[in-house]
């Protein structure tokens, strides 16, 4: 058997990751294959080939994102900003190594900067190559990769951004200081005056405190702030959540001139409602209409 880390296991000749990152929970994926594992100096990359999900990008034994789903989490994470805001020009992604956030960006003919600073360029390299269902191989010229760390690059900018996007991993190790109120307050003063920033603030079903905190801290910030989900079968518990925060008008999708997006998940009517919570939801994070 192959030297394969210890979250890959063979049993009967047949390969299974199993996830455990969480304390009471094991997720395990049967593979056909494990096409790239390398350590980088900050994390361990892998690009393994499942049975359901196809492709999947996996750090340190945790998956990211998938050749069957990951365009779901993309779509949303981008283009729900990228509708609000009325005339983006300039975007910064942090994170979002798969490059499914930055394809999407690339969509919108007004964008003339998309910089997207990941901090671990093997997770882009292993992307481009390996799971282009996801990275598209992206070749764009506005595409900028910047491969430093994001917190430190955004301490340095000012009024510089229409969208911010915050495509992180769960709260732990490199991405745990990215769930900040200082990375936020940094975030708000990156951003033009009608800028608009959004995040990925984890499972509204297993990680409810992280919900509330992202809320908490945008409330803080922003003239108008909303949560809003999207199903991902690939994340424990399926549901997933989004906090968005505005500088300039408030969040009302129904009144947004709709530009027109070729996606697989996102249309206009998911836009609309995507921001209609759940009860249990709506008591932890209300979406008051302004």
């Not at 049975?51 to 034994?61: C, I, Q």
Request: proline share 6%; glycine share 6%; charged share 25%.
């Amino acid at each position: 058997m192959a030297n394969y880390p210890s979250w890959i296991e063979e049993k009967d000749e047949v390969l299974w990751l199993t996830e455990d990152d969480r304390e009471h929970l094991q997720i395990s994926y049967r593979l056909k294959k494990v096409i790239f594992s390398e350590q980088s100096p900050i994390q361990h990359v892998m690009i393994v080939e499942s049975d359901d999900f196809g492709r999947m990008l996996v750090l340190d034994g945790v998956v990211q994102t998938t050749a069957m789903d990951g365009y779901i989490y993309n779509e949303m994470i981008t283009h729900v900003p990228l509708q609000l805001h009325p005339n983006p020009k300039n975007v910064l992604i942090i994170g979002g190594g798969d490059c499914g956030a930055a394809r999407e960006a690339t969509k919108y003919p007004s964008l003339t900067q998309i910089d997207m600073v990941e901090i671990d360029e093997l997770v882009v390299k292993a992307c481009k190559e390996h799971l282009q269902e996801v990275s598209g191989n992206l070749h764009d010229p506005r595409v900028n990769f910047i491969f430093t760390d994001g917190l430190a690059f955004v301490q340095e900018k000012e009024d510089a951004y229409d969208v911010i996007i915050v495509d992180s991993s769960d709260p732990v190790g490199p991405a745990e200081a990215l769930f900040e109120y200082d990375f936020y307050q940094n975030l708000h003063k990156a951003l033009k005056k009608d800028g608009i920033l959004v995040c990925q603030s984890q499972s509204p079903i297993f990680q409810q405190a992280i919900v509330k905190q992202t809320r908490t801290h945008f409330e803080k910030l922003f003239t108008d702030t909303k949560t809003y989900t999207a199903i991902v079968p690939t994340y424990p518990g399926g549901m997933w959540s989004f906090t968005i925060g505005t500088k300039g008008n408030p969040i009302e999708p129904g009144r947004v001139h709709f530009k027109n997006v070729d996606t697989n998940y996102f249309n206009q009517g998911v836009f609309e409602s995507c921001f209609t919570l759940p009860e249990f939801l709506k008591r932890l994070v209300p979406n008051h209409s302004h």
